[in-house]
T-cell receptor, first 117, second 112 residues
Framework: GAVVSQHPSWVICKSGTSVKIECRSL??????MFWYRQFPKQSLMLMAT?????????EQGVEKDKFLINHASLTLSTLTVTSAHPEDSSFYIC?????????????FGDGTRLSIL | GENVEQHPSTLSVQEGDSAVIKCTYS??????FPWYKQELGKRPQLIID?????GEKKDQRIAVTLNKTAKHFSLHITETQPEDSAVYFC???????????FGGGTRLMVKP
């Protein structure tokens, strides 16, 4: 149980392209999903918290117009990197929490490697 | 907010030896502390976790200890094997917050 699927796993595209990444909880309902960014050899940095049916909560320094998050259902959250540029190249990982409450495990998707040429 | 410090950043051990990774946290209200293992290019995988009402938890070769007074927790891996080589992240979940704060990671290398 607790499987989180993330798609696509790898994207290479030209500068200026918008890229959508999907995060799905396959065998459970996730009221809250999280989006992280990870640079090589660095830790996971939380970008935003995605709550089903409401607006995402963005961390300081994360441009909400640049990184659009939609959590339209209990099993799907999407991150769209709009007009991507080379500096947006990174490893993006989503996670989902099984239950409400702060002391519950988060389970991660496989991540999406985004390379902007 | 929560601040999690993790040490060491790299750790090299001989196969069969033990490995210890230590983390400190700042928010005394934090009540949940998971540990994740991440292999290169893959997802972080939850390997063990501990809640604030417990001082120690063990799962085969892996154990975690928590000292709430000192606000630190540690991961212990015994009888290390080459497949234990990965990056390990500690994290803390604040009671007031809604998110995990991760440590900087420890790159563990187990030499055969």
């Amino acid at each position: 149980g607790a499987v989180v699927s993330q798609h696509p796993s790898w994207v290479i595209c030209k500068s200026g392209t918008s890229v959508k990444i999907e995060c799905r909880s396959l065998d459970f309902q996730a009221t809250t999903m999280f989006w992280y960014r990870q640079f090589p050899k660095q830790s996971l940095m939380l970008m935003a918290t995605s709550n089903e049916g409401s607006k995402a909560t963005y961390e300081q320094g994360v441009e909400k117009d640049k990184f659009l998050i939609n959590h339209a259902s209990l099993t799907l959250s999407t991150l769209t990197v709009t007009s991507a540029h080379p500096e947006d190249s990174s490893f993006y990982i989503c996670s989902a929490r099984l239950q409400r409450g702060s002391n519950q495990p988060q389970h991660f998707g496989d991540g999406t490697r985004l390379s902007i040429l | 907010g929560e601040n999690v410090e993790q040490h060491p950043s790299t750790l090299s051990v001989q196969e069969g030896d033990s490995a210890v990774i230590k983390c400190t946290y700042s928010d005394s209200a934090s009540n949940y502390f998971p540990w994740y293992k991440q292999e290169l290019g893959k997802r972080p995988q939850l390997i063990i976790d501990i809640r604030s009402n417990v001082g120690e938890k063990k799962d085969q070769r892996i154990a975690v200890t928590l000292n709430k007074t000192a606000k630190h927790f540690s991961l212990h891996i015994t009888e290390t094997q080459p497949e234990d080589s990965a990056v390990y992240f500690c994290a803390a979940y604040g009671n007031a917050g809604n998110m995990l704060t991760f440590g900087g990671g420890t790159r563990l290398m187990v030499k055969p």
